[in-house]
């Protein structure tokens, strides 16, 4: 099995990881260029790092390094983006949403009322999508009925038919 698939497999997305720690960030910044509403990211990433993303001196010098190396304006930019493009298709009257790649994503929580008629579905590996479930059972935030979580092991199974299989149409 390749390196990679492995890794898949067995660890955490490393970019889900950055992307969560990243928002984290921005929610305690001042400045509305940086700051995103993304307070369960805040409460998501381990104790030590919200330690340190909450000592501004501390956090400008993290972002400095994460800014050259992993496009921390990039990230904050796409989240507040598609925190827009979320909350216009709510508008809209959209009835599905599709979160591919989902990783530590909370906009389930954060942008929709528990009783809202919108199904989420969020797909992502396994072993990502537990460790997010973990996380928000640590933190004591539910995970939202209108939530449907669909781990595809994506070496082997077709992402696609899982939705079907799991109410997505």
């Known amino acids: 099995m390749p390196e990679v698939a492995k890794i898949i497999e067995e660890k955490t997305s490393r970019m889900a990881e950055y992307t969560c720690s990243s928002r984290a960030s921005s929610y305690c910044e001042k400045s509305s260029y940086y700051h995103s509403e993304d307070y369960i990211a805040a409460q998501m990433v381990p104790w030590g790092v919200r330690l340190l993303i909450k000592n501004r001196f501390i956090r400008k010098s993290l972002l400095f390094v994460m800014a050259?190396?992993?496009a921390h304006e990039?990230?904050?930019?796409r989240t507040k983006y598609i925190d827009a493009v979320f909350n216009q298709a709510v508008s809209d009257g959209v009835e599905q949403v599709l979160i591919f790649g989902a990783g530590f994503d909370s906009r389930s929580i954060r942008l929709l009322t528990q009783n809202s008629p919108i199904r989420v579905f969020e797909?992502?590996?396994p072993v990502t999508q537990q460790a997010k479930k973990d996380r928000l059972a640590e933190i004591g935030v539910g995970l939202p009925e209108n939530t449907v979580y669909v781990a595809v092991d994506f070496n082997?199974?077709?992402?696609e038919q899982r939705l079907v299989e799991n109410g997505f149409q």
């Open 156 to 159: 082997k199974e077709d992402p």
């Open 123 to 125: 797909v992502d590996a």
């Open 68 to 70: 050259r190396k992993l």
């Open 74 to 77: 990039y990230v904050i930019a």
